[in-house]
């Protein structure tokens, strides 16, 4: 069965610190991976996703993560962190052995930025 | 803004009744995803129609259940609610399938509390 694992409940750093958010996954076949964010009161926004090619995945607000195919991470990372990325950020799966209907959640990891 | 609107944003109501939710997908999305999202179980994916029919399944109560109707809008159904049933309940959606690499676009959610 496919999962991902966010081995980190919360993440402190210091404004204009780099970043990094762990993410590992397991599936059978070749990963669809998935990054969101989720700030207060909202719903989920989409970052940046895997599917295939560079290893490292550029996304919105200057967010990027890397694929490691041989530690199978997904690493979300940025190089200088500013408070208003404080929020819930969910690594996801998609589980292609369904057919790729499902998608499958980690339990989210807190990021607080320190001012 | 992600194009994906639910109502209602908030919804209190006893156990044993039953409740609707309604999400209005993207323009020209076509599938249209469910999520419980809890502080107990994290973000569960529910179930998933595409063009009016189900596609996927997930660890969806029998208790729930949920339709696609001709103008792409979903509804989820909720009876026979039980004090575990609060959670915040997301609705996403897509162009196609998601075969994979598909991004799934979230509403802002509706928050269910039952007492």
């Known amino acids: 069965a496919q999962s991902v694992a966010q081995p980190e409940d919360q993440v402190n750093v210091a404004e204009g610190n780099p970043l990094t958010v762990k993410c590992t996954y397991s599936v059978s076949g070749n990963p669809y991976l998935f990054w969101y964010v989720q700030y207060p009161n909202r719903g989920l926004q989409f970052l940046l996703k895997?599917?295939?090619?560079?290893?490292l995945v550029k996304g919105s607000y200057g967010f990027e993560a890397e694929f490691n195919k041989s530690q199978t991470s997904f690493h979300l990372k940025k190089p200088s962190a500013l408070v208003s990325d404080s929020a819930l950020y969910f690594c996801?799966?998609?589980?292609?052995?369904?057919?790729?209907?499902?998608?499958?959640f980690g339990a989210g990891t807190r990021l607080f930025v320190k001012a | 803004d992600s194009g994906v609107t639910q109502t209602p944003k908030h919804l209190i109501t006893a156990t044993g009744q039953r409740v609707t939710l309604r999400c209005s997908p993207r323009?020209?999305?076509?599938?249209v995803y469910w999520y419980q999202q809890s502080l107990d179980q994290g973000l569960q994916f529910l179930i998933q129609?595409?063009?009016?029919?189900?596609?996927a399944k997930g660890n969806i109560l029998e208790r729930f259940s949920a339709q696609q109707f001709p103008d792409l809008h979903s509804e989820l159904n909720l009876s026979s609610l039980e004090l575990g049933d609060s959670a915040l309940y997301f609705c996403a959606s897509s162009k196609r399938l998601a075969g994979g690499g598909e991004t799934q676009y979230f509403g802002p959610g509706t928050r269910l509390l039952v007492l």
């Open positions: 895997y599917i295939t090619g560079d290893n």
């Open positions: 996801a799966v998609r589980d292609i052995e369904t057919g790729g209907f499902k998608t499958i």
């Open positions: 323009s020209g999305d076509l599938s």
């Open positions: 129609y595409y063009n009016g029919e189900e596609r």
